[in-house]
């Protein structure tokens, strides 16, 4: 299953959450109504009444059984309202709830600093930007999650069992698998089930505390109605308890494998994943958590909380399987004794360095068909090259950039022009609009590390980005507006500025607005024709040598669409605007149609054999505005 099949389920499982829902709602309504028959029927029974059939008493109590049905109804409604109201934040938010800590940009101890390096390094092989880090303290299990509505505002979290108890490698291949669904719309799933099942469970938690609290004595004559009520709420909020784990379950479980052979394909090492799985099977804490996990169960690594019926998650024996073939249930006894070991740990480091070793050689993937099967879930390729390119940054500029503080520098120096009398201009604007100290900085690290790489200015915007989204929405439009003007400063907008500017503004749009954010659409391609072949002529025109050449990628790309391959691309004109009127028309494409068009842009750039920097940058910037995640290429020149 790829990136954009994933993105069909995604749609397909919110349409099935709806459904569910409904049926849930509805299965509570009719469990309330039947409390309030029995009630009523009580109150029929008292001496000198007649005593009314089950349609006698529904018809004699139809206003009481309707306001039921709709007080029940608006109560659901309105608490999973409330719930997505409150996670509007975005992934963080969840974190928070669980009682996460932010790790620090620049981490002193090692573990954290660890985890970040790791999350870091996937987050620029699969081409999105660097989600927030959160530790959960107080949990010893090993635990972790990925919480969200896009990549722009998603959070990683782990818990301090997870940290401590975990090699690389396995740290590694868990947020591998949190990726996994970060990338393929699980994570939006995750979040809108969260908040449409708190309602449900609402119920659930005022039929517990009900039940717990409820204190009558035998002289009252009110008690038997009281333990009726009490009975009937805590059946409800158990009705309401297991339609919520169904659910849950009815989602869930496939993604878990789904997310972990993800994880094996990210880093190429099915012990990074398998071990992890192993010694939660292994050690007393497992994956369980101290807080209550109810609400989030169906978004953790593993299970939360012990549970035999409706998990959320599959057998771990099974999930452990299904990595490590060779795997049987009788070894973890053995493992349980070894897994801690030293000679171990050295075994499975020394392993990973043969594997590297084997590999430093391996081709950086300019094969349209390798560039396809990645997106969402790119290889141990593009882990090596984001790994190198992350230790590739000055540590100066790297500090800057985890830092809240100077991260907004970081971009600045990230469009430093290479024309020192230009580039004069551009402090000048950066001082003009941000002030003395901002233009000090940028100056700072253009004398600690001169001028940025090529292959580097996109991963520091990834890596500053976290950073950047936590200073205020005013002093962002001041940053962007600075960005703009800079940019403006020769009288032309290249490709890696227009790339900056537009693609910083759409993630720092989404972080601030993660529910209004729509990953996909319902067009087909017939129905964006012009749009389509509008970017594929600018692709090519950027790829160019000269116009035959530029003709024949055109084609190319038409030729995978089912076009005229025999067309004459139209005349683009002012390039960035054409790209600003077609992308965000074919980013209301269907998931499959979006394969489609990604498999045209790919044959275009990749024509002649090789990638340009300004091919590479025009294609990352047209499928991140479509909401398709490059994995981590090398241009020929940067190569070279």
């Known amino acids: 299953m790829n990136f954009f099949e994933h993105q069909d389920r995604a749609r397909r499982q919110s349409r099935r959450l709806t459904i569910l829902f409904v049926m849930a709602v509805l299965a509570i309504v009719v469990a309330i109504d039947g409390v309030l028959l029995l009630v009523a029927g009580m109150g029929a029974r008292e001496p000198g009444t007649e005593l009314l059939s089950l349609g006698g008493l529904a018809r004699a109590n139809l206003p009481l059984l309707t306001g039921g049905a709709v007080t029940t109804t608006v109560v659901i409604g309105l608490a999973s309202l409330f719930k997505i109201t409150s996670l509007r934040s975005g992934g963080g938010q969840v974190a928070r709830q669980l009682g996460g800590t932010l790790v620090d940009s620049d981490p002193r101890d090692a573990k954290r600093r660890r985890l970040r390096n790791v999350v870091e390094e996937i987050a620029l092989a699969s081409g999105v930007p660097v989600p927030e880090i959160y530790v959960l303290e107080q949990e010893a299990g090993i635990n972790a999650f990925a919480a969200g509505y896009s990549p722009s505002d998603a ?15 396995e740290l590694q291949g868990v947020i591998a698998h949190e990726f996994s669904h970060i990338l393929n719309g699980d ?22 505390r009900v039940l717990v609290h409820a204190r009558f004595g035998r002289s009252d004559k009110n008690g038997a109605a009281v333990v009726l009520v009490a009975f009937g709420l805590m059946t409800i909020g158990y009705i309401g308890l ?5 659910i849950k379950a009815a989602l869930s479980r496939q993604r878990e494998y789904l997310a972990d052979a993800s994880a094996v394909q990210f880093t190429r090492d099915p012990d990074g994943i398998g071990g992890a799985l192993k010694k939660i099977a292994v050690y007393s804490d497992a994956s369980y958590l101290d807080t209550d996990s109810e609400e989030v169960s169906h978004m953790l690594f593993g299970m939360g909380r012990p549970m035999a019926l409706l998990s959320t998650h599959p057998p771990l024996n099974d999930r452990i399987a299904r990595v ?35 590999r430093k050689d391996s081709g950086t993937g300019f094969d349209a068909g390798r560039i396809f099967e990645q997106i969402g879930r790119p290889d141990w390729d593009r882990m090596l090259m984001a790994a190198a390119l992350a230790a590739s940054l000055p540590r100066d500029v790297r500090r800057a950039a985890h830092s809240t503080e100077w991260a907004p520098e970081v971009l600045f120096y990230s469009l430093l022009d290479r024309d020192e009398s230009l580039r004069e201009e551009q402090l000048l604007i950066i001082a003009q609009r941000m002030g003395g100290d901002s233009e000090a900085q940028v100056r700072a690290l253009l004398q600690a590390a001169g001028l940025p790489a090529a292959e580097q200015r996109l991963p520091l915007l990834e890596i500053a980005f976290p950073a950047l989204k936590r200073r205020p929405p005013e002093f962002v439009t001041r940053v962007l507006d600075t960005v703009k003007a800079m940019t403006q400063a020769d ?31 319902s067009k087909n391609l017939s129905a964006c024709r012009e749009d389509a072949m509008a970017v594929m002529a600018v692709l090519a025109g950027h790829g160019a040598g000269d116009e035959e050449s530029g003709v024949a990628a055109f084609q190319a790309g038409c030729a995978v669409l089912g076009f005229d391959s025999e067309a004459s691309p139209p005349d683009t004109g002012d390039w960035a605007a054409t790209l600003d009127s077609a992308l965000p028309k074919l980013d209301r494409l269907k998931p499959s149609e979006k394969a489609r068009l990604v498999d045209a842009l790919a044959a275009v750039v990749l024509h002649d054999g090789r990638m340009l920097p300004s091919e590479l940058e025009l294609l990352r910037v047209s499928c991140d505005l479509i909401h398709v995640p490059l994995p981590l290429l090398i241009s020929a020149q940067e190569r070279a």
């Open 155 to 169: 959070a990683v979290a782990v818990t301090r069992g997870a940290l401590e108890k975990l090699d690389r490698n």
């Open 187 to 208: 994570m939006r799933i995750n979040i809108r089930l969260m908040g449409a099942l708190f309602g449900i469970l609402l119920l659930a938690i005022i039929g517990r």
């Open 242 to 246: 297991f339609f919520g784990r169904w």
């Open 324 to 358: 490590d073939p060779d795997f049987r249930p009788e070894d973890l006894e053995r493992l349980s004794a070894a897994i801690l070991a030293e000679q171990a740990r050295e075994r499975r480091r020394a392993d990973a360095d043969r594997k590297r070793g084997e």
């Open 491 to 521: 009288g032309r907008v290249d490709v890696f500025e227009f790339l900056l500017a537009r693609v910083i503004s759409q993630y720092l749009w989404e972080s601030y607005n993660p529910d209004r954010v729509r990953l996909a659409g």
